[in-house]
T-cell receptor, first 110, second 114 residues
Framework: EDQVTQSPEALRLQEGESSSLNCSYT??????LFWYRQDPGKGPEFLFT???AGEEKEKERLKATLTKKESFLHITAPKPEDSATYLC???????????FGTGTRLKVLA | DVKVTQSSRYLVKRTGEKVFLECVQD?????MFWYRQDPGLGLRLIYF???????EKGDIPEGYSVSREKKERFSLILESASTNQTSMYLC?????????????FGPGTRLLVL
C-alpha cells in the first residue's frame, strides 16, 4: 500500500536552532515529491519539488533533499515566522494520485 | 504566479442543504482537484478532473459530486450536507506538462454543517 509518513508530528525549536523534518515514503513508483508550508486556516503553499534521489533544492533557510526512501526538509537558523505545518506529498508514477503525509507542526520560539 | 481562488473562506450550512463550493484557476491548467483536510487524516482526494467535463472519483467521493463546464472552474457539490462533511475543503490545480507536476492550492473553504 502506498504510504507517506512524516516525523516528528510536532517540533518546538528555539530561534536559531537548526533541525530537520523527515518524510518517508513507500510507494509503487515515485514521479515526484513535494513539500508545502501551511499556515493555520490557509491552503498549502508550494515550497519544493524533487524528482530523483540525490536532488537538493534550497530556498532561504530551507533545504530539501531526496533519497530512494525518504526526504528531509532542513531548516537552518529558523525564525519565529517559519512556524507552520510542513506537508510532504508524493505523486505516484503513471497516475494523477498524490499521497499526502499528515504534516509536521513546527513552532519556533523567539 | 499561479492563482487559485475559492468562492468562500467560511461557510455555515444546515444538515440536508445543498452546498456549492467553487474554485477558479487562472493558469490554464488542465487538471483540477478537490480535497478535504481533517486533523490527523491529512489531505484526502474527493474528485479529480483531468479536462473540461471529465472527472474521476478520488478516495472519498460518497456524498459529493463535481462539475467542470469551463477549464478554469471546478465546482464541488454536497448534494445533502451532513455533519460528517464538516471539514476544510481545498482546491488545487496543475498543468500536465512533464516536469511541472506541482499542484497549486487555493486558500481553502472551512465548512461547518450544523
Amino acid at each position: 500500500e502506498d504510504q507517506v509518513t512524516q516525523s516528528p508530528e510536532a517540533l518546538r525549536l528555539q530561534e536559531g536552532e537548526s533541525s530537520s523534518l523527515n518524510c518517508s515514503y513507500t510507494v509503487s513508483g515515485l514521479r515526484g515529491l513535494f513539500w508545502y508550508r501551511q499556515d493555520p486556516g490557509k491552503g498549502p503553499e508550494f515550497l519544493f519539488t524533487l524528482y530523483s534521489a540525490g536532488e537538493e533544492k534550497e530556498k532561504e533557510r530551507l533545504k530539501a533533499t531526496l533519497t530512494k526512501k525518504e526526504s528531509f526538509l532542513h531548516i537552518t537558523a529558523p525564525k519565529p515566522e517559519d512556524s507552520a505545518t510542513y506537508l510532504c506529498a508524493v505523486q505516484i508514477s503513471g497516475t494523477y494520485k498524490y499521497i499526502f503525509g499528515t504534516g509536521t507542526r513546527l513552532k519556533v520560539l523567539a | 504566479d499561479v492563482k487559485v481562488t475559492q468562492s468562500s473562506r467560511y461557510l455555515v450550512k444546515r444538515t440536508g442543504e445543498k452546498v456549492f463550493l467553487e474554485c477558479v484557476q487562472d493558469m490554464d491548467h488542465e487538471n483540477m482537484f478537490w480535497y478535504r483536510q481533517d486533523p490527523g487524516l491529512g489531505l484526502r482526494l474527493i474528485y479529480f478532473s483531468y479536462d473540461v467535463k471529465m472527472k474521476e472519483k478520488g478516495d472519498i467521493p460518497e456524498g459529493y459530486s463535481v462539475s467542470r463546464e469551463k477549464k478554469e472552474r471546478f465546482s464541488l457539490i454536497l448534494e445533502s450536507a451532513s455533519t460528517n462533511q464538516t471539514s476544510m475543503y481545498l482546491c488545487a490545480s496543475r498543468t500536465t506538462r512533464t516536469g511541472q507536476e506541482t499542484q497549486y492550492f487555493g486558500p481553502g473553504t472551512r465548512l461547518l454543517v450544523l
